[in-house]
Structures are given as structure tokens and as C-alpha cells.
């Protein structure tokens, strides 16, 4: 049917995205960043480490939008 069509094109649609965003590699990056994070030296450089927070909560912001658009739709 003509819905299941566009349901179809924009799963490809979402997942073309995803590659264009490398949503994989920040999952990874999201990983490093928490690691990161988590040694106990991590706050003695606040300039960075508020950095690395900031780039974490954004790839979080970013990944967390994608996965739920492509789990709403398959």
C-alpha cells in the first residue's frame, strides 16, 4: 500500500541520516567520554573536563533523538 511505501522510504530516509550523522561513532565517543569521566583525576583540569561534559550531554542529545525516531518507526 501507498503508506506502507513512505513508511518504508522513511526508515531509508532516518537511516541515511544516521550514517550522515555517524550515530555509531558517537555512541562510541559517547563511551570514551563516560570513561573519561569516571577516573578519578578527571575534574583536577575543570576547563576540560566541563568540555568533556559538554560534549558528552550532546552526543547523548543527539544519539537519544535519533535512536527514538528510528524505534518509533520499525
Same mark, same amino acid.
Given at each position: 500500500?501507498?503508506?506502507?511505501?513512505?513508511?518504508?522510504?522513511?526508515?531509508?530516509?532516518?537511516?541515511?541520516?544516521?550514517? =550522515?550523522?555517524?550515530?555509531?561513532?558517537?555512541? #562510541?565517543?559517547?563511551?570514551? @567520554? +563516560?570513561?573519561?569521566?569516571?577516573?578519578?583525576?578527571?575534574?583536577?583540569?575543570?576547563?576540560?573536563?566541563?568540555?568533556?561534559?559538554?560534549? =558528552?550531554?550532546?552526543?547523548?542529545?543527539?544519539? #537519544?533523538?535519533?535512536?527514538? @525516531? +528510528?524505534?518509533?518507526?520499525?
Amino acid at each position: 500500500s501507498e503508506l506502507r511505501e513512505q513508511l518504508q522510504d522513511l526508515r531509508v530516509r532516518i537511516s541515511s541520516v544516521m550514517v =550522515l550523522f555517524d550515530i555509531t561513532a558517537r555512541e #562510541e565517543e559517547i563511551i570514551k @567520554l +563516560e570513561n573519561r569521566s569516571i577516573q578519578p583525576n578527571f575534574w583536577v583540569n575543570t576547563t576540560e573536563a566541563q568540555n568533556t561534559m559538554r560534549r =558528552l550531554a550532546e552526543a547523548r542529545k543527539l544519539v #537519544e533523538k535519533w535512536r527514538n @525516531l +528510528e524505534s518509533k518507526i520499525t
